[in-house]
Nanobody, 117 residues
Framework: QVQLVESGGGLVKPGGSLRLSCAASGFIFTLYHVGWYRQGPGQQRELVAEISNGGKANYADSVKGRFTISRENAKNTVYLQMNGLKPEDTAVYYC???????????WGQGTQVTVSS
């Protein structure tokens, strides 16, 4: 019963902020790298940000300086703080967990983020 559940998406105006959450259950969260990916209409899924089990973060150039990924292991949750949102950030955002040292990967169902006036 591995499960990743995203929340926090919605409609926001350009320049606004959103905080996405991904709640994990059914596996040992501390043994996984986690990340956020997004997929816009007609686009391929792309990496937004990722964070290792040790807390090292990596960001796509398009979101660097605007987005912050973090994890709270005690709550089995990863967050994505999104500031200075732009229309091009509009996409379905997915949470991913990858087991360290192994190829095991789990995906959430996604949450819609729409940035529009």
């Amino acid at each position: 019963q591995v499960q990743l559940v995203e929340s926090g998406g919605g409609l926001v105006k350009p320049g606004g902020s959103l905080r996405l959450s991904c709640a994990a259950s059914g596996f040992i969260f501390t043994l996984y790298h986690v990340g956020w990916y997004r997929q816009g209409p007609g686009q391929q899924r792309e990496l937004v940000a990722e964070i290792s089990n040790g807390g090292k973060a990596n960001y796509a150039d398009s979101v660097k300086g605007r987005f912050t990924i973090s994890r709270e292991n005690a709550k089995n949750t990863v967050y994505l703080q999104m500031n200075g949102l732009k229309p091009e950030d509009t996409a379905v955002y997915y949470c991913k967990a990858k087991r360290i040292m192994l190829e095991e990967v789990h995906w959430g169902q996604g949450t819609q983020v729409t940035v529009s006036s």
